[in-house]
């Protein structure tokens, strides 16, 4: 493509380099990705993505992979349940996408890796391992030189970075920008699923929150939120009897799989941080998408979503109107709004789930009744408004 004689580099080979370096291709603009580490194996934890996560995809031809590698949900349904197991309500989330593109879907994170890597590989985008850019030239009237750690130095039209939340590009562009950590914690586990178990369930205790979510037939994951004021640093060895212990007062369907909580190789628990980088999001030719530039808390589900749909917002906008930084300033001005939204509500759910007075419980579970599927349609209206 003329417009760019030198090609788009992008740092970070997770789910948002992956599915820009896919978008970019699909598009016909020449393009590398480029993973730091020597391997490339992302982190085996559950993942769920709502209908605009998977809209987007289905735009860089993947939905049918992604679906057949997940656990779609055929209607949405997801029982919210008390600490004991009882019912609160029930709430649907719509589809928002059209008939063939389910509500939600429950995935292994590896496994959307390796359809959007199989997919990379059928387009012929060079995935090059063991680069990590620690440095930018940008220079006007010349090629953009990345800066790699070993001193050398790749030639491009534009760098883009979807190196995730601890984003070694966002330091080289904006020093002293770092994660902030939320106040929370979250466990998360690996089981078998039972045959029975064909719905997302979340569960509402006094301060914490468990959630139950299908990956696939045979697999599901459990994802737990406490609160961790102090920040503490938890041994490895113990987060499954951590885990174990602070969700023991749940019951109901949780029991069987906190039961199961044996080795410490089941549990993976991550201090919940986020990024919230003011506009702009780039710096000439260099900029930012996804959780380098607007991590969010895990309690909507909707981080990986926004990742994609920056990747495939931003690759529409590359084939349509070139390099030039006025093309970065664009795109960060079409996404900023969305991705606060889902910031902000994404807060909110997790405060309302970390309520530790019993009677405030007792209310919000009320409200749940009344209020919760008008407040699920309201944000998945907005959700589906176009992305950017």
Excluded at 251 to 280: H, I, K, M, N
Excluded at 368 to 374: D, F, H, K, S, V
Aim: hydrophobic letters at 45%; aromatic letters at 6%; glycine letters at 12%.
């Amino acid at each position: 493509m003329a417009r760019f004689p030198h090609g788009v580099l992008v740092a970070g080979g997770g789910i948002a380099g992956a599915t820009l370096a896919l978008a970019l291709a699909r598009h016909g603009v020449p393009v590398r990705l480029l993973e730091r580490d020597a391997t490339w194996r992302p982190v085996s934890a559950g993942m769920f993505l709502y209908a605009n996560g998977l809209a987007a995809l289905e735009r860089v031809g993947v939905l049918d992979q992604v679906l057949a590698a997940g656990w779609a949900s055929p209607d949405g349904r997801n029982p919210m349940l008390d600490q004991q197991g009882g019912l609160i309500t029930e709430l649907h989330y719509p589809r928002i996408g059209g008939a063939h593109v389910p509500p939600i879907l429950g995935i292994l994170r590896a496994e959307l890796h390796r359809v959007l890597a199989d997919a990379m590989r059928e387009a012929q985008v060079p995935v090059l391992l063991g680069h990590a850019v620690t440095g930018v030239e940008d220079t006007p009237g010349a090629p953009l030189r990345a800066i790699m750690a070993d001193g050398s130095a790749l030639e491009a039209d534009m760098l883009i970075g979807a190196d995730g939340i601890r984003s070694a590009l966002r330091g080289v562009l904006f020093p002293g920008v770092e994660p902030e950590f939320s106040g929370f914690g979250v466990w998360r586990s690996m089981h078998d699923r039972p045959a029975a178990l064909d719905a997302k369930i979340m569960m509402m205790g006094v301060g914490k929150r468990l959630g139950i979510m299908p990956i696939s037939g045979q697999r599901l994951y459990v994802f737990a939120t406490s609160r961790e004021p102090e920040n503490p640093w938890y041994e490895r060895a113990e987060w499954h009897r951590l885990m174990r212990a602070k969700f023991a007062d749940f019951a109901g369907p949780a029991t069987r799989f906190l039961d199961e909580l044996t080795d410490p190789a089941q549990v993976v628990y991550t201090p919940v941080e986020e990024v919230r980088l003011a506009l702009p999001w780039h710096r000439g030719r260099v900029g930012l998408i996804g959780d380098a530039a607007h991590a969010a808390t895990p309690f909507m589900g909707q981080g990986g979503a926004m990742a994609i749909e920056d990747a495939v917002v931003l690759a529409g906008m590359l084939a349509e109107a070139g390099p030039a930084p006025a093309v970065l300033e664009a795109f960060g001005a079409r996404r900023h709004a969305r991705c606060t939204l889902v910031q902000d509500a994404s807060r909110r759910v997790g405060e309302a789930g970390a309520i530790e007075d019993e009677a405030a419980c007792a209310a919000r579970d009320a409200r749940l009744r009344e209020t919760g599927q008008a407040m699920v349609d309201g944000f998945y209206a907005r959700m589906a408004e176009p992305p950017g």
